[in-house]
């Protein structure tokens, strides 16, 4: 059964520092897009970031850029998120998705429709 999950989110203050992981099982990454998403209350869902399967490119939301930076460990099935200087805006529930496109591997996007997706995890930036 193919499945993601995320972790690491949590509560954080101002200027503070997280890192996601999203773990996946039942596959491999090696032909599959990550893109990470949010959605905050009562906004649509927005993409963050996505990486492409050799992990050779990247792209980033214009509200992230210079904040966030994706990785991915294909030996350990897993993607992260780091971020860094967090503000309140960026609260939300974060999902990372994956995406099967065996035929570019510096190919990502986060405005495709992904294949599958995680249950979600929730970042709050408070004081």
């Known amino acids: 059964q193919l499945q993601l999950v995320e972790s690491g989110g949590g509560l954080v203050q101002p200027g503070g520092s997280l890192r996601l992981s999203c773990t996946v099982s039942?596959?491999?990454?090696?032909?599959?897009?990550i893109g990470w998403f949010r959605q905050a209350p009562g906004k649509e869902r927005e993409g963050v970031s996505c990486?492409?399967?050799?992990?050779?490119?990247?792209k980033y939301a214009d509200s992230v850029k210079g904040r966030f930076t994706i990785s991915r460990d294909n030996a350990k099935n897993t993607v992260y998120l780091q971020m860094n200087s967090l503000n309140p805006e960026d609260t939300a529930i974060y999902y990372c998705?994956?995406?099967?496109?065996?035929?570019?591997?510096?190919?990502?996007?986060?405005?495709?429709?992904?294949?599958?997706w995680g249950q979600g995890t929730q970042v709050t930036v408070s004081s």
């Open positions: 990486i492409s399967s050799s992990g050779g490119s990247t």
């Open positions: 998705a994956a995406t099967y496109y065996p035929y570019n591997s510096r190919y990502c996007a986060t405005t495709a429709s992904p294949d599958y």
């Open positions: 039942g596959f491999t990454l090696d032909a599959y897009v």
